[in-house]
């Protein structure tokens, strides 16, 4: 047997590109057989629709209202749901798992951080970095920013993205021997459509965002709930936009 968790999921309490409040994704889930979800909304310095000019404190209770009103929801419904958000850098995005709206609260200047500072923060507190979706190519963003020295996993499959784009994530990732991870960046629950979803499988179920963080560092207890040898292709993967390797210091070099 084997336990699913979504791992990229918006709502639309805090991220302005999604149309489905938290609560609404926990029967689609529960009647696919999901044993869990993770809620990343877009934090405040990426696609967020929390206003800006507002106290520190209360910007945090109104981002994490998404993943409450699901935990309330999947708590009802037997579906467990974890928090996490998505940072926005330069057009670079990283998944963070494992911590809390505690440490959200008691952080008002991560914001100023580069992703270097960010990942040693976020590694200090027992949290998980994963940078989502590297090789996405859209007409906002104008470079590719590769990071593999400043998280702990690449998102190798996501669903929003074009196969070329995962290919080239993959490649990468086993190049330079990252944990890997799948997910839908699903931000409708009305119009998802089954064979769209990626996902992580495990082998037990995860109890708490812990357990999750755990696995995905060690690359062990999962896979990844994809089309059959999706990731396997031989297919020429090229990327169209200029991309940038960063070092362990944070320095880019052209690639």
């Known amino acids: 047997m084997t336990y699913l968790y979504e791992t990229h999921l ?3 309490e805090a991220s302005t590109c999604a149309k489905s409040s938290g609560s609404d994704y926990i029967t689609y889930y529960k009647n696919l057989g999901y044993d869990g979800i993770f809620v990343t909304d ?3 310095n990426g696609n ?11 910007r945090i209770t109104l981002f994490c209202k998404g993943y409450e009103k699901a935990k309330t929801e999947g708590d009802r419904q037997g579906l467990k749901v974890f928090l996490g958000w998505e940072v926005n850098f330069n057009h670079d995005e990283y998944l963070v798992y494992g911590l809390d ?22 590694k200090e507190a027992g949290g998980l970095v994963v940078q989502a979706h590297p090789f996405r190519e859209r007409d ?3 470079q590719v920013n590769l990071h593999p020295y400043q998280c702990d996993a690449w998102e190798v499959a996501n669903a929003g993205n074009p196969h070329e784009q995962d290919i080239l994530a993959y490649r990468y990732a086993k190049q330079y021997q990252l944990p890997m991870t799948a997910g839908s960046d699903i931000h409708d629950a009305s119009n998802a459509v089954n064979e769209k979803l990626y996902a992580m499988a495990f ?8 357990d999750y963080v755990r696995a995905v560092k060690q690359g062990l ?20 936009l200029p991309a940038y390797l960063y070092d362990g210091e944070n320095m880019p070099s052209l690639i």
């Open 101 to 122: 709206k505690q440490w959200l609260l008691a952080h008002p200047d991560m914001l100023a951080w580069d992703q270097k500072t960010h990942y040693e923060k976020v």
């Open 48 to 58: 967020s629709c929390i206003p800006k000019d507002l106290p520190w404190e209360e």
């Open 42 to 44: 877009h934090f405040f």
């Open 221 to 240: 207890g999962y896979q990844m709930k994809l089309p059959q040898a999706y990731l396997e292709s031989q297919e020429e993967a090229t990327n169209h």
């Open 10 to 12: 918006h709502t639309s």
């Open 140 to 142: 906002y963003i104008s």
């Open 203 to 210: 082998d037990q179920p995860i109890q708490t965002d812990a």
